[in-house]
């Protein structure tokens, strides 16, 4: 059903309280009352006021969930970031190259950041999702030069956690937020990429191109910049060339598909076509031949070093040397070179750009000595940026501990005074690296789409809102056809999300299912339950009321991958702790468990030691369930991250959204014998279709989703 069936007609009654300039209202909501707030932790959304016709909604009866009526005051949620940065902000792609925010699309492999062990690391990651949306927009600026431009909610990594741009020690707006004691962590603001001039195709073809050596007479080597692992393809002054008689065959000092098609692109927008030749490919070069001798000629001039190298030649220049003699193992970057004109040049060209090197002494007497780069993870980065070699493999970071010594310390906040157009991105990892610094993501969810309303920039800025969710709640609890049926909430859109604390809904709400004394449960990720406990106590003590968290698993990599835009699991069990320690019974529903990933014994075993360790009453199991839409979803994303699992998914899952009862009978039998083993016997361990009686806040299996 749309939202022209839920809701009042104005005369019904609304508020009087509207924005005088809010937005248009959604074609799907006639009568809403559309209010925008000032406070800076809801700036930017709209939440659209109806007066609802029902609130207590009966489930499809196909459904297979254990109740049978639900209550959800919210559609859309405020626990949604609207955490947005500017669409020019560069962000590091998996091979090491930079791209703007606004041209990324899902799909697109980046790097994030994993916790493994005592620190952050590097990771390579995907884009689930992107959207733009229209905030408020603020300049960071940082010691080192860096400038993000960035919503006040954005969030952004320092030495003592995440913060967002702006917020407030005191009030509604209390969060926290950066201040000028703040460094972020990262590795520091990238490097321009090179233009791809004439100037840089002729430095990166003089480091790879080798001619062989002359049969009637040996030259020296020139004094040019000789590429550093070539060791035994010596080349004849280029002023002598025409003269010795320039071969139509050459190598290229690489065997680096990247590199080698990269010169042979750039010979062939001068107009020179070079074939390979088979069968003669060594090591460390490969070999070539043009069609013309003139050919030949214009390649042996297009080599040439200038008197006078330009920028754009000397960043040619180390690009090809570093596709041919450099090598990045372990963090250390290093470039080798064969002879002393090569070094001097080498040298110059690091000088110019302002790197700090060290040249070690070769291993032995035939080994080319090695420039080595210092100045860490920062410095090898502006180098890949800077120069744009072509072999993206050797400019991986992945596994690189997030230690930093850039200055990345904020210097000044300022607010624009402007609303900008900003972009944001889902990612596996829950986080993204834009413009050297470490960035959370944003994710988003599909509910809207069924309001009328996109999953992108709507679902982050517009909320709907009941008002009248309590008033309709006992209302629909006195008549006469009610039989006092348990209520799940919770189980759509989480009823306790941060715009709870304004509206305070679920108060009125709680006191109407008290005075009727009808049984309710509710799953929630927020703490702001806590607020309501007093009245949940006296619920409690005339009808049956059942609390829930859901907690799938614990481990913290396949939750970033699976789950990033979710509260942590062992935050989700800090929750039930704390209920439990205030009297309740808290159940946690083991939910999704993911075939392969999850369920084997080991992983059952440690994520059911956590819940019984968080004082949970019980644990109820649930199988991965994929309706459509999340199924296409999961496939994608499975595909993507443990692509040797899909033919089990697909065997698994070939008759329907549900696994056969064969496997839910053995996940089952799993989770039983350990809750068994660390206390949680208590509670009746169920399976995708019964939980135990009275039966705790469990969403619908089909609603179970993994952003």
């Keep these: 059903m749309r939202w ?11 508020p009087d309280r509207a924005t005088p300039a809010a937005p248009p209202l959604p074609l799907a909501l006639p009568g809403a009352v559309a209010r925008t707030f000032d406070t800076p932790d809801f700036a930017g959304m709209t939440f659209y006021e109806v007066q609802a016709k029902s609130i207590i909604n009966r489930v499809p009866g196909r459904s297979r969930v254990p109740f049978e009526w639900t209550v959800n005051p919210y559609r859309g949620c405020s626990h949604a970031c609207t955490y947005c940065l500017a669409g020019d902000t560069p962000i590091l792609m998996a091979d090491g190259r930079t791209r703007p925010i606004s041209e990324l699309e899902p799909g697109d492999r980046i790097y994030g950041t994993q916790r493994r062990g005592a620190y952050r690391h590097y990771v390579v990651t995907t884009v689930l999702d992107k959207w733009s949306t229209v905030k408020r927009a603020h300049r960071v600026i940082l010691a080192d030069g860096t400038t993000l431009v960035a919503s006040g909610d954005h969030r952004f990594l320092t030495e003592r956690g995440w913060k967002h741009v702006t917020g407030s020690m005191r009030g509604g707006a209390r969060r926290p937020y950066l201040t000028t004691r703040n460094r972020l962590l990262g590795t520091g603001r990238f490097a321009v990429a090179p233009k791809r001039s004439a100037d840089y195709h ?33 080349q004849p002054a280029h002023g002598q060339a025409a003269a010795a008689g320039v071969r139509r065959s050459f190598r290229l000092a690489t065997t680096e598909a990247e590199a080698v098609e990269r010169a042979e692109r750039f010979l062939a927008e ?38 006078a190298p330009t920028d754009d030649w000397l960043l040619g220049f180390l690009a090809g040397s570093f596709d041919a003699g450099g090598n ?55 180098f890949f940026h800077l120069t744009d070699p072509a072999v993206t493999r050797k400019r991986s970071i992945e596994g690189a501990a997030l230690k930093c010594a850039a200055r990345l310390q904020v210097t000044a906040v300022e607010d624009l005074g402007l609303e900008l157009p900003l972009w944001d991105i889902t990612t596996g990892t829950g986080d993204f690296i834009a413009n050297g610094v470490v960035s959370h993501n944003c994710f988003a969810r599909n509910t809207h789409t069924y309001l009328d309303l996109d999953a992108g920039a709507d679902f982050d800025r517009k909320v709907i809102v009941k008002v009248n969710a309590g008033e309709l709640v006992r209302r629909e609890l006195a008549a006469p056809r009610w039989r006092g049926a348990h209520v799940a909430m919770g189980t759509n859109v989480d009823c306790y999300q941060r715009a709870e604390g304004r509206y305070r809904l679920m108060p009125p709400i709680l006191e109407a299912l008290r005075d009727f004394a009808n049984p309710f449960s509710i799953l929630t990720k927020g703490t702001l339950l806590l607020r309501d406990l007093p009245l949940l106590r006296q619920a409690a003590e005339v009808t049956a009321v059942g609390l829930s968290y859901s907690v799938g698993f614990v481990d913290e990599t396949l939750w970033r991958l699976a789950e990033p835009g979710t509260p942590s699991p062992r935050r989700r069990l800090d929750a039930v702790r704390r209920l439990a320690d205030a009297g309740f019974p808290v159940g946690v529903l083991m939910a999704p468990i993911l075939p392969g990933l999850s369920d084997d014994e080991e992983s059952i075993d440690t994520t059911v030691a956590a819940i019984a360790a968080s004082g949970a009453a019980d644990v109820t199991p649930l199988a991965l369930h994929l309706r459509p839409g999340a199924r296409e979803w999961y496939a994608r994303w499975l595909a993507r991250e443990f692509p040797h699992l899909v033919p089990r998914y697909r065997r698994l899952y070939r008759s329907g959204a549900y696994a056969p009862q064969v496997y839910q009978r053995e996940v089952t039998a799993r989770v039983r014998m350990a809750a068994r083993r660390h206390g949680l016997h208590r509670g009746e361990v169920g399976d ?3 939980l135990s009686d009275p039966p705790p806040a469990a969403p619908a299996a089909e609603q179970l989703s993994l952003l």
């Design 4 to 14: 022209d069936n839920l809701s009042a007609p104005p005369d019904e009654g609304t």
């Design 328 to 382: 990045c193992s372990r963090g250390v970057f290093r470039i080798g070179v064969a002879d002393d004109g090569s070094r001097r040049r080498a040298a110059a060209a690091l000088d110019r750009f302002d790197f700090r090197w060290v040249l070690d002494e070769a291993g032995n007497g035939s080994a080319p000595r090695q420039f080595r780069l210092t100045g860490g993870l920062p410095a090898r980065l502006r």
């Design 270 to 307: 001068t107009g020179v076509a070079v074939e390979r030749v088979a069968g003669r490919v060594t090591r460390r070069s490969t070999a070539v031949r043009v069609a013309r001798r003139a050919d030949a000629e214009i390649v042996a001039a297009l080599v040439r070093p200038p008197d």
């Design 688 to 690: 995708n279709r019964r």
């Design 202 to 234: 002729r430095g990166y073809l003089h480091a790879l191109v080798r001619w062989p050596e002359h049969p009637r007479r040996q030259q020296p080597a020139h004094d040019g910049m000789a590429t550093p692992d070539v060791l035994h393809h010596r």
